[in-house]
């Protein structure tokens, strides 16, 4: 939904937002070590160490569209109210996308936590 919206509004303040911090973005990790600062291998696979500006890049580029996507989404639910066909696809998305982004915290992030995984 949120790639939809942007792509939508190409000339939008939005769009030009996202693609010059997109720029900026590949330009400083290539560049420097501040977003991935070292990969490190394991026996099977690899995993990177990151850098300063992991977190804030992964908060702008990754929750920041995915809260802008379920903004679209709920406010799309309360725009068709009257159509049901809209209002039943609406939440069959939002339960879908919180069903995912649900699955990939506790993977991710709360399982490991419990357990002390590095």
């Given at each position: 939904?949120?790639?939809?919206?942007?792509?939508?509004?190409?000339?939008?303040i939005l769009y030009k937002v996202f693609l010059f911090g997109s720029i900026l973005k590949a330009l400083i990790s290539v560049s420097t070590n501040l977003?991935?600062?070292d990969i490190q291998p394991y026996e099977m696979s690899?995993?990177?160490?990151?850098?300063?500006?992991?977190?804030?890049?992964?908060?702008?580029?990754?929750?920041?569209?995915?809260l802008l996507g379920v903004f679209?989404?709920?406010r799309d639910l309360y725009v068709n109210k009257k159509k049901s066909k809209s209002v039943s696809?609406?939440?069959?998305?939002l339960i879908g996308t919180l069903i995912s982004v649900s699955i990939a915290v506790i993977s991710d992030a709360i399982i490991p936590h419990v357990l002390h995984m590095n």
């Open positions: 939904m949120f790639s939809i919206a942007v792509s939508e509004s190409q000339g939008g977003i991935i600062a690899y995993d990177i160490v990151p850098g300063v500006l992991f977190l804030p890049v992964v908060v702008v580029y990754v929750l920041v569209p995915f679209e989404i709920v696809k609406s939440v069959l998305i």
